[in-house]
């Protein structure tokens, strides 16, 4: 994408979605949000979409993909870190 002029996003809330995971919704492994995540920008990728709640479980839909505002904050602080690493021109 990168190579056609167009920035690389990676999807961290649909990557870990589990379609028909919770019988007639949709179920997700939030636990593997942060490390997926930190790997996409370790990698390189322009940005991550992630889904985000106060309280994902009482959210009405994709709670399971969310993450809260807590985790939210610690993961961008821990983002910001690995992108300057990356992107620095040694």
Same mark, same amino acid.
């Given at each position: 994408?990168?190579?056609?002029?167009?920035?690389?996003?990676? =999807?961290?809330?649909?990557?870990? /979605?589990?379609?028909g995971? %919770?019988?007639?919704?949709s @179920?997700? +492994? !939030?636990?593997?949000?942060?490390? &997926? #995540? !930190?790997?996409?920008?370790?990698? @390189?990728? =322009?940005? $991550?979409?992630?889904?985000?709640? #106060?309280?994902?479980?009482?959210?009405?839909? =994709?709670?399971?993909?969310?993450?809260? *505002?807590?985790? $939210?904050?610690? &993961? *961008? !602080? /821990?983002? %910001? %870190?690995? +992108? #300057?690493?990356?992107?620095?021109?040694?």
């Amino acid at each position: 994408m990168r190579g056609f002029g167009y920035p690389v996003i990676y =999807d961290a809330a649909h990557s870990v /979605q589990l379609p028909g995971g %919770k019988g007639k919704s949709s @179920g997700g +492994e !939030r636990k593997f949000v942060e490390g &997926l #995540s !930190r790997a996409a920008v370790a990698f @390189g990728c =322009d940005g $991550l979409f992630l889904e985000v709640h #106060s309280n994902p479980d009482q959210a009405l839909c =994709d709670g399971p993909n969310m993450i809260d *505002l807590v985790t $939210l904050k610690k &993961l *961008l !602080r /821990q983002v %910001k %870190k690995i +992108e #300057s690493v990356v992107s620095c021109k040694w």
